[in-house]
């Protein structure tokens, strides 16, 4: 492994060792700190992410390409994951690096790659909690970002961009910032009830799961809970709308809390007795 580390600096052998290490980063534990203190090593991959800026636009990224830079990419994911090196990730700001691929509206398949890789990097940074990585992301505008996911990508890329802004709004900080705005609010709420639209005709409990958390964690504010009264989404109201949450306890009681703290207290109450449908 640390042969194929040393591999990425010189570029006739970058590819290959892109391709080993990324399929084989799980059996090395030690890889982030590896990667992190090796001379150049950093810099190389930020050469191969740099380097596709120009196919962004006009879109022109090909299969290859994507998978190259997806590669190095997922080997950033390690940096951004582990407890030694996350901190010196951030203060090297290498996440803006990959914002550019968060601003790609494309939904060719190399691009979906791309943006979901790239959300997989961020996801890994706001895993585990810690306020430092939420004032980071908060303040070079990861918000907009993630929004522009959750309305155009795929199934996945929504469900890791919602996870996202899940975790920046159990913060305190990610709270308080969210609200502090009646634009930033109704920006956040507006894209979630237009998912929630969405799930009506093409359902996922997972992406549900993450969208329900977020309206429960925005509740907690009482600006917010008293905008919610009326912008709520009528269809998690809707009995015939959450039964797909029939095996999901955990969403379920999310709902129940969510449904009472903004006052539709009946709503709530039938999601806790699970009235048959029949009988609605």
Sequence with gaps: ME????????PATRENALLELSKKRESFPELAPYLWHSFGTISALLQEIVSIY???????LTAHASNRVCNALALLQCVASHPETRSLFLQAHVPLFLYPFLNTTSKTR???YLRLTSLGVIGALVK???TE??????STEIIPLCLRTMEMGSELSKTVATFIVQKILLDNVGLNYICATAERFFAVGAVLGNMVGLLAEQPSVRLLKHIVRCYLRLSDN??????LRQCLPDLLRSPQFT?????????????HSL??????????????DNVPLSVI
Excluded: Y
């Design 3 to 10: 042969q194929l580390v040393l591999d990425l600096t010189n």
């Design 133 to 138: 990585v939420i004032n980071f992301l908060l």
């Design 54 to 60: 120009p196919l962004l636009s006009p879109p022109s």
């Design 110 to 112: 190399p691009f979906e």
């Design 243 to 255: 039964a797909c949450l029939k095996d999901d306890p955990t969403t379920r009681r999310w709902l």
């Design 222 to 227: 009482p600006r917010a809970r008293e905008a």
């Design 259 to 272: 449904l009472a703290n903004v006052g539709h207290t009946q709503d709530a109450q039938m999601l806790q």
């Design 128 to 130: 585990v909690d810690d």
